[in-house]
């Protein structure tokens, strides 16, 4: 089992930034993949970005890209989203999850809140 603890939402104006953090804990050595994911209210979960852990290569949904960064430090099992330019749009419940390969998403955390105003 993984447990993931995310952090760093909040509300911010449009053209702002936020940096959102994910803390793994548990059997992280089969972290395969930690990604970013976000629902918007009344739509679905929405695949925003992933980074491999070994290896560090990303992908990022092309609503986000050049706006979004995302990272992560294999000493301290985090992943962090770096969010600048921020859109009313962007607004959603960001959830981090981990995958044991590259089929999926196993582990999810609660999510966190981010809402962009106008």
């Known amino acids: 089992q993984v447990q993931l603890v995310e952090s760093g939402g909040g509300l911010v104006q449009a053209g702002g930034s936020l940096r959102l953090s994910c803390a793994a804990s548990g059997r992280t050595s089969r972290m395969y993949a930690m990604g970013w994911f976000r629902q918007a209210p009344g739509k679905e979960r929405e695949f925003v970005a992933r980074?491999?852990?070994?290896?560090?290569?990303?992908s990022y949904v092309d609503s986000v890209k050049d706006r979004f960064i995302i990272s992560r430090d294999n000493a301290k099992n985090t992943a962090d989203l770096q969010m600048n330019s921020l859109k009313p749009d962007d607004t959603a419940v960001y959830y981090c999850?981990?995958?044991?390969?590259?089929?999926?998403?196993?582990?999810w955390g609660q999510g966190t809140q981010v809402t962009v105003s106008s």
């Open positions: 999850a981990v995958g044991s390969s590259s089929n999926g998403f196993e582990y």
């Open positions: 980074i491999t852990w070994i290896g560090g290569r990303t």
